[in-house]
């Protein structure tokens, strides 16, 4: 009996149908299969480095030493400890610097974990158990790359140099490496205080590492709790991790949104390719029955080949996935560890099931109205009964939403992108519908064929459309991608000024300050005003604990409660700062109580209202301050911009710096180094350094994307090749009418060639007007840019679209154009 | 079996292939009543007793010629299929186009493998739908000369369904059909 379906199995083979709907198939399982398999494996990344990414059993986080007090505590315990202080500063040799995060630790760091390193650039890694003697440091490549240094040479930090002896590869309190754009300088403690860089007010990150027994451990935590002032927190493996993981979920999220609109249109190339096979077979089931094939095993006949076909579509899929998942994490090597943790079963099952869903609502209602064809059809030429429509569409939209929402794991994320897919597909059909009459009302004037190829894409508008939406949605998402990479980093870099700031100068001390502006005066630097800055928390607001006032899961959105706040005073309004309620302070109003103006953002976040008390802590002082405006503040601008702005004096002898943000030209960069060397513990960002990596970053993340893309492409293909299957039997019939009727060649072919053109250039313009109208939402409200005219996307949908429709049209209807008229009829 | 177009004759054929249920009156095949057996008995009976010549052939177009003959011999498990499907196209002479698909054969080829299949399973009861229905006058001639020569051969019962008057003069009954009334002429 096997051998029977053996034989049934190699002769569908044959039929285009199957071989189609097992491209769809193996599509929809590549592309499931390749995001599934990079989140799972990202998720036990994450999983794997949170064991050792506190590099100790319990980590005490501050941004001041600790206290006295709870010195004394840690005395007392019998743990093993260790410190490790970070901080941003210039590196520079060569005269050359680079934005660099020095960590500075013990001899006996790490306490969990190890340090990979290297003895030379590029080498292997070599794991050690404990970080550079004094004198001598650690680096990471990049500031060997970026400052022209060879292994044994001397970096300067601050006022001291220092000898680079190894390559840092891995920290395993570093976690993932993902947007760490600054590079690593790696020294003993002891050499902290020789470089000078530490001052008051210094944007410092003390990590108190302890390890050893549980007990010993809680006993620690529980005495040291009480003790605990705003700006100490101990950090856990949730808190450490989870920051890092929303970061790359955020991106994953993204692909795995792009990865549905591939599974979909694959789904929907099943479907059609589905119909199209209960077409082709339904003479044959019938021709089977009425030579007496019978119960199961006439339905094994027609299923078991299907199913067969669909396991090793899902078998080739698996696979075909597994190597796009390489190219997505080659694609995005810079962002996340060479090396991942091996794939659980969650990949292979979730894959699994996206095809099974595909097969089963989008194939299966067309095979289940198969199976009952009556036989009498072949005597009597009766139709086949039609499934209700209402069966179809309930099995397809019952799929959808599983698909969407096993892709999303979220059901109000599943629900929008449903409501958003339906009305991209209303939307794209009603313009369709309106471009096909217009095309026919604008054609009549036009030459017979071009009438007769309008009129036949009226004839079957519903299928066209469906073609056309595929098209559309797929040259639609691969415009959207180039606008995003292309023009909304640029329109956001021309919306800064030509003379914006592109250095930022943070940690000035005051007895600094006089020099420093002289010597901005000195060499013609044009900078903004010094701002004064005092670093604290918001500890409370209206004597309520902030973490009490808002709900937990707020407080995670609101990052300004996670750090230390940038505090400052003035008396005059930053330029691009706005009052949107309640008043600036002025000289004349000497209030009673010290008051402070707030970020918009920050006050809907915290839901801070006017005549609401702050109370901050900084250091060990508290204030507590009254709100007397809103600002709304422009982030984007590259001028220094504050949350708070207290009235002058409020925070009068607490530790300060100074912030300022300057331009330097071309020319002035090379006075940099005699900056840095003047004023060691100042931090210079350059901000075109910053665009350049978050310009990689969008880049490499939009390759990701683009990958998967590429299957949307190949999917929509599928469809269109599944449409022209099915129209095959009509455009067959067309033209044997009108060979018929003596039409030459030439002139059938020109009826196909307008009408493929109408075709391609309709899904252009519906992907071309989606994708200006969307880029133009997002550079108008999302990043308030100019929009750039992008002439890829228009080249794209505009002529590439048609010439591939074109194309691939002529390529479907070779066969019925070589056909005799006599013989397309009697086909018929 | 002759008759205007409606006037019923392939619903008849139907009805006596098992492929139709009568409404009213009962049908008896080979000593086996079928009005009561359901869709799969009814299969059974016609893998045993029936054959098939329809007018638009209905090949598989999916499988070459030698496939489409062995079909009916492969799903009764005969070992031998193959063989005899060779035997079959080398006799309707076809052993040129063992290997060709339906859509590369002309109608009157597509015919002659359509009733090598019809005999392939050597039926008792062969039954032939206006069999040269889709062929021109020298090629359908052809296709009836080849039916009766096997028919004789196999010693087979061919209900015949034509509109060809002509033809009744070499048929052993004849009888026409007229508003569902069946009288022997």
Known sequence: ?828 | MIGKSGSGKTTLLSLIAGLDVSTAGSIQLFRHTIDHMDEDARAELRSQYIGFVFQAFHLLPGFTALENVMLPLEIKDMVDAETIARQLLVRVGMDHRLGHYPTTLSAGEQQRVAIARAFSTNPPLLLADEPTGNLDTETGKKMIELLFELNQEYGTTLILVTHDESLTRRCDRCFRLTQGKLEQI
């Open chain 1, 1 to 828: 009996m096997f051998s029977f379906y053996n034989r049934l199995i190699k002769r569908q083979w044959r039929l285009g149908a199957i071989r189609l709907f097992c491209v769809a198939v193996t599509i929809a399982c590549a592309v499931t299969f390749s995001i599934t398999l990079l989140g799972d494996r990202l998720e036990k990344l994450f999983i794997n480095q949170s064991k050792e990414v506190l590099a100790a059993d319990l980590v005490l986080d501050s941004t001041t030493e600790l206290q006295t007090q709870q010195l004394d505590i840690i005395k007392q315990t019998s743990l093993e400890q260790a410190i490790t202080l970070r901080f941003p500063t210039m590196a520079n040799a060569n005269e050359a610097f680079i934005l660099s995060s020095v960590k500075a630790v013990t001899d006996n760091y790490p306490l969990r974990g190890q340090l990979q390193v290297s003895n030379t650039l590029y080498g292997e890694a070599v794991p050690i158990g404990h970080g550079p003697v004094a004198g001598e440091v650690w680096v990471e490549d990049r500031i060997i790359n970026e400052l022209d240094l060879s292994l044994g040479e001397y970096v300067t930090v601050g006022e001291r140099a220092f000898k680079i002896t190894r390559i840092v590869i891995y920290e395993p309190d570093r976690g993932s490496n993902f947007y760490s754009f600054t590079p690593r300088i790696l020294m003993h403690w002891d050499d902290v205080a020789s470089t000078q860089v530490i001052q008051p007010g210094s944007r410092l990150r003390y990590h108190y590492l302890f390890a050893g027994e549980t007990r010993a451990l809680e006993d620690l935590k529980q005495n040291l709790e009480p003790t605990l002032q705003p700006n100490q927190k101990f950090e856990t493996i949730k808190d450490t991790n989870e920051a890092m993981a929303n970061t790359l979920q955020r991106a994953y999220r993204f692909l795995h949104v792009t990865a549905l609109i591939a599974i979909l249109l694959g789904a929907v190339g099943a479907a059609l390719a589905s119909y199209q096979y209960a077409n082709e077979m339904t003479y044959q089931y019938a021709v089977l029955r009425c030579l007496g094939l019978r119960g199961k095993r006439l339905h094994g006949a027609i299923l078991f080949p299907f199913f067969i076909y669909s396991f090793i579509a899902i078998v080739i899929g698996m696979f075909l996935g597994g190597i796009t998942h390489y190219f997505i994490l080659n694609s995005l090597r810079d962002l996340i560890p060479s090396s991942l943790p091996p794939p659980g079963m969650e990949p292979f099952l979730l894959s699994s099931i996206t095809a099974l869903i595909v097969v089963v609502s989008f194939a299966w209602p067309f095979l289940n109205n198969l199976l009952k064809t009556p036989p009498k059809l072949l005597l009597n030429h009766a139709e086949a009964q039609e499934q209700p429509i209402i069966f179809t569409v309930t099995s397809m939209a019952i799929g959808l939403s599983i698909i969407v929402y096993l892709g999303t794991q979220n059901v109000l994320i599943s629900f929008y992108i449903i409501a958003g897919l339906c009305a991209f597909i209303l939307l794209a059909y009603g313009l369709t519908q309106l471009l096909i009459h217009w095309i026919i009302i604008r054609s009549e004037m036009q030459a017979v064929s071009t009438q007769l190829g309008a009129r036949m894409l009226g004839a079957n508008r519903r299928m066209v459309s469906l073609q056309i939406i595929a098209i559309a949605i797929t040259f639609f998402s691969l415009a959207l991608i180039q606008t995003l990479r292309d023009d909304l980093v640029s329109s956001w870099q021309s919306k800064v000024p030509e003379n914006a700031p592109n250095f930022f100068a943070i940690n000035l001390f005051a007895e600094d300050k006089l020099t420093f502006l002289a010597e901005l005066k000195q060499n013609n630097i044009s900078h903004s005003p010094l701002y004064p800055i005092v670093r604290g928390r918001l500890s409370a607001i209206n004597g309520e604990p902030v973490r009490e006032y808002v709900s937990k899961e707020k407080v995670k959105k609101v990052e300004s409660l996670n750090r230390d706040l940038a505090l400052s005073w003035g008396l005059e309004l930053p330029p691009d700062n706005k009052i949107i309620s309640g008043q600036w302070h002025k000289l004349e109003d000497r209030p009673k109580q010290i008051t402070v103006s707030v970020e918009e953002g920050v006050a809907e976040n915290l839901k801070i209202n006017l005549g609401d008390t702050l109370e901050f802590t900084i250091e060990t002082h508290k204030i507590e301050a009254l709100v007397t405006s809103l600002r709304s503040v422009e982030w984007e601008s590259f001028t220094p911009n504050f949350y708070m702005i207290f009235y002058p004096g409020s925070l009068d002898g607490l530790p300060l710096t100074y912030l300022s943000s300057m331009h330097l030209k071309q020319s002035q960069r090379t006075l940099l180094p005699t900056f840095v060397q003047h004023f060691p513990s100042v931090t210079f960002f350059d901000v075109d350094f910053l665009l350049t990596r978050i310009r990689g970053i969008i880049r490499q993340i939009s390759t990701a994307v683009e990958i998967i893309l590429y299957f949307s492409l190949f999917a929509s293909l599928i469809v269109f090749i599944a449409i022209e299957m099915i129209l095959r039997h009509y455009r067959s019939y067309s033209v044997a009418i009108f060979k018929a009727v003596g039409a030459r060649s030439e002139f059938i072919q020109k009826i196909f060639r307008s009408q493929f053109i109408f075709v391609g250039l309709i899904s252009g313009v519906i992907a071309y007007s989606l994708n200006l109208s969307i880029g133009f939402i997002i550079s108008t409200y999302f990043i308030e840019g100019d929009y750039v005219f992008n002439i890829k996307t228009a080249i794209l949908c505009l002529f590439i679209v048609p010439v591939l429709v074109l194309m691939a049209g002529y390529f479907s209807i070779q066969r019925v154009h070589q056909t005799p008229a006599k013989q397309l009829l009697t086909e018929e």
